[in-house]
Structure formats: structure tokens, C-alpha cells
């Protein structure tokens, strides 16, 4: 997730999973300017392998959200310190 804004954006995910429950809303604060990066295991917790999903991302800032699979390689650059 990307913040472009010059203040935090205040983010909610919920995980949408076919015939099951939406877990969530998971909320996450990015800070302005700043981008992160987080598997949707670390947000919501273990997922079942093969599990169908949609996600459903509300923010009270633009923010720009860029999927991606679990292993892909994703570019270090940018992401805050824990």
C-alpha cells in the first residue's frame, strides 16, 4: 500500500472469502508519504491454501493498493522500519 497524501491515511481491509464469513475489518494507519507492505497472512492470520478471495480496502485517503501473491519478491525500498 502506498500513501501519497501528506497526512496518515487511516486504512480498513475486510477479506471477503467464497462461502465463509468477511473477516474484518482489519485497520491499518500508513503513515503520509510512506508505503508498506504486508501479507494478507500477517493482517488477518493463516488462510487456507487455495482459499478464493476478494478484499475490500476503505480508506479516508487516497491510497494505492498493489496485490500480489505470498513469495513474490517485493522491492524493500520505501517500507518502514517496525
Excluded: F, K
Amino acid at each position: 500500500m502506498l500513501n501519497p497524501s501528506p497526512g496518515p491515511a487511516h486504512v480498513e481491509l475486510t477479506l471477503c472469502a467464497r462461502g465463509g464469513r468477511p473477516r474484518g475489518p482489519i485497520r491499518v494507519t500508513l503513515p503520509a508519504q510512506r508505503t508498506r507492505s504486508a501479507t494478507l497472512e500477517e493482517l488477518a492470520g493463516a488462510l487456507p491454501p487455495g482459499t478464493v478471495y476478494s478484499v475490500v480496502v476503505v480508506s479516508d485517503a487516497p491510497v494505492l493498493v498493489r496485490p500480489h501473491r505470498a513469495g513474490d519478491d517485493v522491492p524493500e525500498v520505501g517500507r518502514p522500519a517496525a
